[in-house]
């Protein structure tokens, strides 16, 4: 019998729903679903971008890049950490349509709703494709 028959921890899980509700809401061009995954006052810093602090001015960030046709954002190389009690450190490659780059460190905490939301998020865009 392997170890893959214990359930995962909660948490994890709760984190994991989190980067899949934000990559589908971003491939379906939400902006507002994409945002709903962070939480009201994170901070996330865009590397050759700038810092984007609260909800709106993140809506605002990823609705510019949808409108300039980025879309089809797929991750690989993820690596999950624990951080706390209630959340995870994700880290990874990614790759969209027309950039490419990766995730330095997003904080996913799962609040008292028990959903999971970006209390910090780190990325870089490292080249066109």
């Known amino acids: 019998m ?11 899980t709760a984190c994991k729903n ?14 507002k679903g994409c945002a709903a995954q962070y939480q009201q006052n994170c901070i996330m ?16 960030f990823w609705q510019g890049i949808m409108d300039q046709g980025f879309k089809d954002v797929d991750y690989t ?4 950490e624990a951080e706390g009690d209630n959340g995870y450190i994700l880290t990874s490659s ?10 330095h460190r997003e904080l996913w905490v799962v609040e008292a709703d028990g959903k999971a939301r970006l ?3 780190e990325f870089e865009v490292q080249g066109e494709r």
Do not use: C, H, Y
């Not at 392997?2 to 994890?12: F, H, R």
């Not at 990614?94 to 995730?103: E, L, P, Q, S």
């Open 2 to 12: 392997t170890q893959s028959t214990t359930t995962e921890n909660p948490v994890l």
């Open 18 to 31: 989190g980067i899949a509700a934000w990559q589908s809401a971003f491939n379906n061009q939400d902006a």
């Open 45 to 60: 810093t865009a590397r050759l971008f700038g810092v984007f602090e609260g909800r709106e001015a993140i809506e605002a």
């Open 77 to 80: 190389d993820v690596t999950w």
């Open 94 to 103: 990614w790759t969209m349509n027309k950039a490419f780059g990766v995730v």
């Open 119 to 121: 209390a910090s998020d």
